[in-house]
C-alpha cells in the first residue's frame, strides 16, 4: 500500500536519488530544502548533481505531478504520512557524525507532524540516534524508523532501483511495515528489524568494505616484494563465493564522502562503550599509508625527487563517474605530491574549472594531453573509462619521461608498451 504523501527533507545526493526514485515507484513525494535557489532550480528539473539517470527521473516526477519542491519542512510536512530526514550528518569533532541538522529538523518538525506519522532517518547516523530523536520530537503518536540507504555514486539511480536489500528497523513494527511497504514493487529481500540493528547495519557494511580495500592493497605489496601478480590473487580469490569478485581491485586508497566518514563514526561509538576495535584502527592506518606509498612510487618514477618536476596527473574525484572531490585518495595524493614539491597538471573529465578545492601547485587543464605535455610521469589516479582508450603514442609523444604510474592498474600494460612507455603498476611487474 503506497502513501498517500511523502516529505523528503533535504536534496542532497541522497535525499534528490530517495524523492525522485521514490516518485517513479509512484508516490507523491514533496521534498524540501533551505536553499531558494537550489529549490527554484530543481522545481525548473534543474539537476546540478552529476548522477546518471537522476535528471531524467526529477523530470519525468515533476512532469506526471508526483513530484515537487518547496522551501523549508515545517509547512511541507503538514499533511505527511512519511518524512525522510535526508540531510548531512558530516563527520565531527574526534570523529563521530554530527548530528546537529538532523536534531534541528527534528526540533522544527516536531510540533506539526500530523498524527500517526513515521519520521525516518535515511542519513547515515550512529547507532542510537532512532532512540534520541523519539526523545527529541516527543510524540507517541509519531513513529521513528531507520532505513539506511547504500547507494553508491556513479550508479544511485540503479542502485535504488535495483537494492540488494532494504533494511527497516524500529520499535514499532507497524512503522517498520509501512516504511518497508514503500517498497514493494522492487521485490528486493527486505530485512525488518529494530532501530539500532539497522543503525548498526550501514556501519557494519561500508567499514567491512573498507577493510576488504585495506587487505587488498596491503596483499599487492606483498605481491610486489614476492613476485606475484595481484591481478591473478585477486582473480583466484574472487571466485570463492565466501569472499566474491567486489572490492578487491588495489588502488590508491579508498575514500568519497562515506567510507572514511563512518569508519571514524564507527571508531568513536566504540570507544564510546569502551570496547577496543583494532581491526577497524588497522584498516584506517593502512588507507593513510597506501596513498604515501602511491606517492612514494611516483617520486621514484621521477628519478628520486619530485622537487620543480612537472607531474601529471589523470584523475582527482574520488571515483569515477563522480564530480566528487571529498575525501578523495586521488586529492590526496596529489597534495603529498604537491607538498614534496612537484609541479602538477591535471585532467580528470568530471571537473570543469571548479579550483576551489585543488591543493596550490595544482594546475587543472581540460584536456589529458596537456597533462601529459612535458611532465616527467604521468599518473593515472582515477578509473575513468576514457583514459583507457587515450592516444597512447600521443601521450609518449608529449611526455618528457616515458613512465605512466597507474594507482588503479586500468591501463592494458602492453598498449603502452608498444607506444614506447613504460608501465608501474600496483602489486604486478612494471612492464617496458
Known amino acids: 500500500m503506497f502513501a498517500r504523501r511523502i516529505v523528503v527533507v533535504g536534496t542532497?545526493?541522497?535525499?534528490?536519488?530517495?524523492?525522485?526514485?521514490?516518485?517513479?515507484?509512484?508516490?507523491?513525494?514533496?521534498?524540501?530544502?533551505?536553499?531558494a535557489e537550489k529549490v527554484a532550480q530543481l522545481s525548473r528539473g534543474e539537476v546540478r548533481i552529476h548522477e546518471?539517470?537522476?535528471?531524467?527521473?526529477?523530470?519525468?516526477g515533476i512532469a506526471a505531478g508526483r513530484l515537487e519542491f518547496v522551501l523549508g519542512s515545517a509547512g511541507a510536512v503538514a499533511d505527511a504520512e512519511v518524512v525522510?530526514?535526508?540531510?548531512?550528518?558530516?563527520?565531527?569533532s574526534g570523529g563521530g557524525a554530527d548530528l546537529a541538522v538532523v536534531e534541528s529538523v527534528a526540533r522544527e518538525v516536531r510540533e506539526v507532524l500530523p498524527a500517526g506519522c513515521v519520521l525516518v532517518t535515511k542519513s547515515t547516523v550512529p547507532?542510537?540516534?532512532s532512540a534520541r530523536l523519539r526523545e527529541l520530537v516527543?510524540?507517541?503518536?509519531?513513529?521513528?524508523?531507520?532505513?539506511?540507504?547504500?547507494?553508491?555514486?556513479?550508479?544511485?539511480?540503479?542502485?535504488?532501483?535495483?537494492?540488494?536489500?532494504?533494511?527497516?528497523?524500529?520499535?514499532t513494527q507497524d512503522a517498520a511495515e509501512r516504511v518497508a511497504a514503500l517498497y514493494a514493487r522492487l521485490g528486493a529481500p527486505t530485512v525488518l528489524t529494530d532501530a539500532a540493528s539497522a543503525e548498526m547495519v550501514k556501519y557494519a557494511a561500508n567499514c567491512f568494505l573498507a577493510t576488504k580495500l585495506s587487505y587488498v592493497n596491503a596483499i599487492a605489496e606483498l605481491c610486489e616484494r614476492l613476485g606475484a601478480d595481484i591481478t591473478d590473487v585477486t582473480e583466484g580469490m574472487g571466485y570463492d563465493r565466501r569472499i566474491g569478485q567486489a572490492f578487491l581491485q588495489p588502488g590508491p586508497g579508498w575514500g568519497g564522502s562515506c567510507l572514511p566518514k563512518d569508519t571514524a563514526a564507527l571508531l568513536q561509538v566504540?570507544?564510546?562503550?569502551?570496547?577496543?576495535?583494532?581491526?577497524?584502527?588497522?584498516?584506517?592506518?593502512?588507507?593513510?599509508?597506501?596513498?604515501?606509498?602511491?606517492?612514494d612510487k611516483v617520486v621514484e618514477a621521477c628519478g628520486g625527487s619530485p622537487v620543480g618536476v612537472r607531474?601529471?596527473?589523470?584523475?582527482?574525484?574520488?571515483?569515477?563517474?563522480?564530480d566528487?572531490?571529498?575525501?578523495?585518495?586521488?586529492?590526496?595524493?596529489a597534495r603529498l605530491l604537491a607538498a614534496r614539491g612537484a609541479e602538477l597538471v591535471a585532467f580528470d573529465p568530471g571537473l570543469r574549472g571548479d579550483e576551489a578545492e585543488l591543493p596550490s601547485g595544482l594546475t587543472l587543464v581540460d584536456d589529458p594531453y596537456q597533462a601529459a605535455k612535458g611532465a616527467a610521469a604521468l599518473v593515472l589516479l582515477t578509473e575513468w573509462q576514457e583514459f583507457r582508450t587515450l592516444d597512447w603514442t600521443r601521450v609518449a609523444q608529449e611526455l618528457d619521461g616515458p613512465v605512466v604510474v597507474d594507482t588503479r592498474n586500468h591501463l592494458d600494460p602492453d598498449v603502452l608498451r608498444r607506444a614506447g612507455l613504460s608501465w608501474r603498476g600496483v602489486g604486478r611487474t612494471p612492464v617496458g
Not at 84 to 92: A, N, R
Not at 324 to 333: K, T
Open 138 to 171: 516527543g510524540r507517541p503518536d509519531v513513529a521513528v524508523v531507520s532505513n539506511p540507504e547504500f547507494l553508491r555514486e556513479g550508479s544511485a539511480v540503479h542502485d535504488f532501483l535495483n537494492p540488494d536489500r532494504i533494511v527497516v528497523g524500529s520499535d
Open 52 to 60: 546518471p539517470g537522476l535528471a531524467e527521473l526529477v523530470q519525468e
Open 311 to 322: 607531474i601529471g596527473l589523470l584523475g582527482l574525484t574520488f571515483k569515477a563517474g563522480t
Open 127 to 129: 547507532v542510537g540516534t
Open 324 to 333: 566528487d572531490l571529498r575525501d578523495s585518495p586521488a586529492l590526496e595524493v
Open 84 to 92: 525522510f530526514l535526508c540531510v548531512p550528518t558530516p563527520m565531527g
Open 12 to 35: 542532497g545526493y541522497v535525499g534528490l536519488t530517495t524523492g525522485a526514485c521514490l516518485a517513479s515507484l509512484g508516490h507523491r513525494v514533496v521534498c524540501s530544502d533551505i536553499n
Open 270 to 295: 566504540a570507544d564510546a562503550v569502551s570496547f577496543d576495535f583494532p581491526l577497524l584502527q588497522a584498516t584506517i592506518s593502512s588507507n593513510e599509508r597506501q596513498r604515501e606509498r602511491m606517492v
